[in-house]
């Protein structure tokens, strides 16, 4: 039977904390998001690390812990970060570039880890190291075969951009050679260096025609091989109903600056609702993020309208013809 995607709903009682324990990395890629002057450029002490996770540990809610950089595996004390996060009952991930420093595998277990995932950009150098830089798409793959024969689960992301979305299929006999379990298709953002004059003019965006011609039949080429694959919805149509995850669920997105965000898109402006402040969770106050969450426009995601509003098409009737869907909806299949 060929598999179906599913939309996969914000589940209430679930928080998601994506933890950039430091901005530091040793790559440079094309579309980084990483904004140092709005994210900070601390490495979170090991303790500091600790006492902010205790922070977000809610009684009878499930939670996952995303350790995110810069590049995370540049922590010293990454290993430690994770058995800690474990310890207060998280479902822990690593998103790594694939260089996985001071020696990280044999530092953590598959025991602790729940899930280690690359981020790779190409099926092969070819591809891959014009956007991540030269030599990272082999540095990566001997990395990926090295964490699955020591058994980690590993995913992999792809972030799709104009250089590599016709690549996007050739990904699929790699995964299962590899011995991947999930596959995560992102888009590029218009943030970080992806929105920057080095870019060039929306050089790296790619239209909904082009995204739906492709994203959806290599997801379930991917699924049919019994890979597990989530994606952006992205696009909504007018009469499906549009969910502000601001609203409806529990994500935190933290930086080593303290400062603590809901919507990964205001992440470029310093409209955080929360910060950690003497290492307690601090809701901020006046004109924040959270009030542009309670607006409802036709056009569906008030933040991608206010930053990247020639994403949206209009009908003759001056309406959207479709919606921008929350960015962290997403589509499952496998
Ligand atoms: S995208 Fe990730 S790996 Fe690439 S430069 Fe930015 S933090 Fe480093
Ligand atoms: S991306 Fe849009 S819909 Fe999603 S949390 Fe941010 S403002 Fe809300």
New binding site residues.
């Given amino acids: 039977m060929t598999p179906v995607a599913r939309t996969v709903g914000f589940k209430p009682g679930e928080r998601n904390i994506f933890f950039h324990i430091l901005t530091a990395?040793n790559?440079?890629?094309r579309?980084?998001?990483?904004n140092p002057a709005q994210h900070g450029s601390e490495t979170l002490a090991l303790a500091t690390i600790e006492r902010w996770l205790e922070q977000f540990v809610a009684p009878g809610e499930t939670g996952n812990v995303i350790f995110l950089?810069?590049?995370p595996t540049l922590h010293p004390d990454l290993a430690a970060a994770v058995a800690h996060a474990k310890g207060l009952g998280f479902c822990v991930t690593v998103d790594s570039?694939g260089y996985l420093f001071h020696d990280f595998l044999h530092r953590t277990s598959p025991d602790l880890l729940d899930y280690l995932s690359f981020?790779l950009d190409g099926p092969d150098p070819g591809v891959n190291d014009p956007l991540?830089g030269s030599g990272v798409f082999a540095t990566c793959v001997g990395n990926i075969r090295k964490a699955v024969e020591m058994g980690f689960r590993t995913s992999l992301i792809y972030t799709v951009s104009s250089r590599n979305l016709l690549h996007l299929e050739r990904m699929v006999p790699l995964l299962g050679e590899l011995g991947i379990k999930k596959f995560f298709i992102q888009v590029i953002g218009l943030r970080g260096r992806s929105a920057g004059p080095t870019a060039g003019e929306h050089a790296l965006q790619v239209s909904r025609d082009k995204w739906l011609a492709v994203v959806p039949a290599v997801a379930a080429m991917a699924a049919a091989q019994g890979i597990q694959v989530t994606y952006p919805k992205v696009f909504i149509e007018r009469d499906e109903i549009f969910e502000c995850a601001g609203r409806v669920a529990e994500n935190y997105f933290i930086f080593p600056n303290g400062r603590v965000y809901q919507c990964p898109l205001c992440e470029d402006h310093p409209i955080n609702a929360w910060r950690i402040e003497g290492d307690r969770l601090v809701k901020n106050a006046g004109l924040r993020e959270d009030r542009l969450f309670t607006l409802d426009i036709p056009e569906g995601c008030v933040m991608n309208k206010l930053l990247q509003p020639d994403t949206i098409d209009y009908g003759g009737d001056g309406r959207p013809a479709h919606k921008i869907s929350c960015c962290l909806l997403k589509q499952e299949i496998g």
């Fill in positions: 990395c790559l440079s890629c579309h980084c998001y990483i950089g810069g590049e570039n981020s991540r």
